[in-house]
């Protein structure tokens, strides 16, 4: 049992060398900092890129054309006629979709803007989840009369439209004059994979003919009904494809899923060579801090002598040296853990908008575990060398 007076007479030799102590409990802060550091980015990434997924749609699966030549066939390209046929085979999919783009310039008030014309079917807006900002989307009416209507994104009708509201106004693209019913934005990043530009008009997909005279889609969505059924539904789309069509034709079918999963990967990656660098670091601010411990026992050996001749035992002077040794490791588990928490609270103000810092308190404790095995770990050689010195011998000691 750790008496009062060997833990006051710990804290007296701690504050009798202050700056050593300090200097022998920085490599310890730097490590425990590195630890909450590490499982704090780590599950900061994964809900941050979760979020973003989940924003444009967990169980979104898409397709699209591979060309692998040239001139590929008109018959290998994705159709109306393949997004017809999704929902009755595979039943796990609960709503489909799809889009054609092509470049335009788009001009309005003297304004032209090259711009990404999109033609969608109905069910984009649900499955692609847009925000209407102002206006309204395409109705069944829109799209069954092939409507000459469109939406703007919302940086377009900045452009196009910088002191007005664009809702009610026409803008020109090629021979089609259509009527601005409203402004939208995607509700989250779609990291890259997605049809739809900063400057986008949406129109209904039919319109799209007038200017290819194609009836062909880029990319077929499909939404299923769960995320467990992601998987089935992609390689069902696949084979659907691949069944309609030659056997050359290739086909990119794939699902968000993939891009969390190599998130993940890339988390844990980092957070492995994190951790690796906390625990190094560790090792070296124990290492650090039995060689403090071994110089201060030979600076110590008098006033080890004069407490064993006054009747100090074995067990005294190696509890002393063990708790200098757990104090110094303390303190610099709490000096890291301070700054492994405050870092990112800090920095969260200069992340993107919905980026939140998620802490786990876990990591916290086994910080401040790790650090304190740490100071017993390094601090037993020492407190037994002192332990060990014989009064006699000591008190020689000069």
Not at 197 to 209: A, D, F, H, M
Not at 221 to 234: G, N
Not at 293 to 322: P, S, W
Not at 327 to 333: L, P
Request: a positive charge; charged letters at 20%.
């Amino acid at each position: 049992m750790i008496s009062s007076g060997i833990l006051m007479e710990a804290l007296r030799a701690l504050r009798a060398r202050k700056v050593r102590s300090l200097l022998s409990a920085l490599g310890v802060a730097i490590g425990s900092a590195c630890v909450v550091l590490v499982v704090t980015v780590s599950l900061s990434a994964k809900t941050y890129i979760t979020g973003l997924i989940e924003e444009v749609g967990s169980n979104l699966v898409y397709a699209e054309y591979l060309p692998g030549e040239p001139r590929p066939p008109l018959a290998d390209f994705l159709s109306p006629a393949d997004m017809d046929l999704i929902r009755p085979t595979i039943p796990q999919v609960r709503q489909v979709a799809g889009s054609y783009s092509v470049s335009r310039t788009v001009a309005a008030g003297g304004v032209e803007v090259p711009v990404k014309l999109v033609g969608v079917t109905a069910g984009f807006q649900e499955i692609r989840r847009l925000l209407v900002l102002r206006g309204r989307y395409f109705d069944q009416g829109d799209m069954a009369a092939h409507s000459k209507v469109c939406l703007l994104t919302e940086a377009l009708a900045k452009r196009l439209f910088p002191a007005d509201d664009p809702v009610g106004r026409t803008v020109r693209a090629g021979d089609l004059i259509f009527n601005v019913i409203g402004v939208f934005r995607e509700r989250g990043s779609t990291f890259g994979e997605t049809d739809i530009q900063r400057e986008s008009v949406l129109v209904p997909y039919w319109l799209t003919k007038s200017y290819t005279g194609l009836e062909v889609l880029l990319i077929i969505y499909a939404q299923a009904d769960r995320a467990e059924d992601v998987p089935l539904v992609t390689r069902d789309l696949g084979e659907l494809l691949r069944s309609r069509h030659r056997a050359g034709a290739k086909y990119n079918v794939q699902n968000l899923s993939s891009i969390l999963d190599a998130a993940r990967k890339i988390s844990l990656a980092l957070s492995v060579v994190l951790l690796v660098i906390g625990l190094i670091t560790l090792t070296i601010g124990g290492v650090n801090i039995m060689n403090i411990m071994l110089v201060t026992v030979t600076e110590r050996t008098r006033e080890i002598g004069l407490r064993k001749a006054v009747g100090a035992r074995r067990l005294d002077i190696r509890y002393q040296f063990l708790l200098e040794a757990v104090m110094i490791s303390t303190i610099g588990a709490m000096v890291g853990i301070v700054f492994g928490v405050g870092i990112p609270i800090l920095a969260e103000p200069f992340l993107p908008g919905n980026f939140s810092v998620r802490f786990a308190w876990l990591s916290i404790l086994i910080a401040f575990v790790i650090s304190c095995t740490v100071g017993i770990i390094f601090g037993y050689l020492p407190a037994e060398r002192a332990a060990k010195l014989e009064p006699t011998e000591a008190l020689r000691h000069e």
